[in-house]
């Protein structure tokens, strides 16, 4: 913590102890303090990161695990109830928003969103572009160009897609280049419907954060970004910062673990976060619960003070 700026019996003396107050008072006695610290201060006031309170981060659920079973009805009622601003439908799950929703049922769940003030954040999906096997990327890039027109149709902001691992029979580039070549295609499809790609830190070795950016640098596309997915191999190779860096500028939404696990820097990737100007959604991923109304007040309040918020 930085030493105070003023002394403290200054401090008691001005009956608060906000740093605007303190420049106030340090600029109107500049006779005594000197203009020039008074500057210096009114510089510092200028270029310091936005307090964690005028954060414009929001919180959303992930369905995957703890709402898996919950129909539309009550994801919407549960997030709203909790405080949750948004939630990421994953497919395969009860509430069903699939590929196969007629058109009028389409429009319901983007009616019944738009009305209940839960944003839709995104669909989620399982599909990958790592494998070797050209008939498996091609469906998965022609499945994933469905989803999106049922993200469109529903009034979700893009689809979650993901690689799964490196091919140990294909060497590393060419498996990063042709995922970067399938995101391309997907996500020159979805900036035709105003959506966007979201590639999820995920898998064995796609995971790292340098072979990540390799993938974004092939995809190269602005409405292609990351999915930042809190992973203990963050902390891998140059260390935390050094791999926040290399994707800051890509990051869309991120998801999040259980906050309580203290092997992973969660103020520092807050903190880095609101430093960026985040302005997306964090996404818890619950695992099951048998009170998971309880679970995500808790798990919001935990989100709320580590980034000294309230």
């Not at 500057?39 to 954060?55: D, G, I, K, V």
């Not at 989620?124 to 469905?146: M, N």
């Not at 799964?164 to 035709?192: C, H, K, S, Y």
């Not at 959506?195 to 796609?206: A, M, P």
């Amino acid at each position: 913590m930085k030493p105070p700026l003023i002394s403290a019996s200054a401090a008691g003396s001005a009956g608060t102890g906000s740093r605007r107050y303190f420049l106030k008072s340090l600029t109107a006695g500049a006779a005594t303090v000197g203009v020039g610290v008074a500057a210096r201060l009114q510089a510092a006031e200028s270029t310091s990161p936005a307090p964690a309170s005028r954060s414009p981060m929001r919180l959303a659920l992930v369905t995957y695990e703890l709402a898996k079973d919950w129909d539309l009805a009550t994801i919407i009622k549960n997030c709203q109830a909790t405080g949750f601003d948004g939630v990421e439908l994953r497919t395969t799950h009860a509430h069903k928003v699939e590929t196969d929703l007629p058109a009028e049922a389409r429009k319901e769940v983007r009616r019944r969103f738009e009305d209940s003030g839960v944003v839709l954040v995104g669909l989620g999906s399982t599909f990958d572009y790592h494998t070797p096997d050209p008939v498996k990327l091609k469906r998965d890039i022609e499945a994933t160009k469905e989803y999106l027109l049922l993200a469109r149709d529903v009034g979700a902001g893009g689809v979650q897609v993901r690689p799964n691992g490196l091919p140990p029979e294909v060497p590393v580039a060419q498996t990063l280049a042709q995922i970067g070549r399938a995101l391309r295609d997907v996500g020159e499809f979805a900036a035709q419907h105003g959506l966007q790609i979201r590639l999820e830190v995920h898998g064995d070795g796609t995971s790292l954060l340098p072979n990540i950016r390799k993938i974004m640098d092939a995809a190269d596309l602005p409405n292609v970004g990351v999915c930042w997915n809190s992973n203990q191999t963050d902390l891998a190779g140059d260390g935390f910062d050094a791999n926040f860096d290399r994707v800051k500028s890509r990051i869309q939404t991120v998801h999040l673990r259980d906050l309580f696990l203290a092997e992973y820097p969660w103020r520092h990737l807050f903190a880095r976060l609101n430093g960026i100007g985040f302005a997306g959604f964090a996404m818890a991923e619950i695992p099951h619960s048998a009170d998971p109304l309880r679970v995500m007040r808790y798990f919001r309040a935990l989100w709320l003070a580590l980034q000294d918020r309230s």
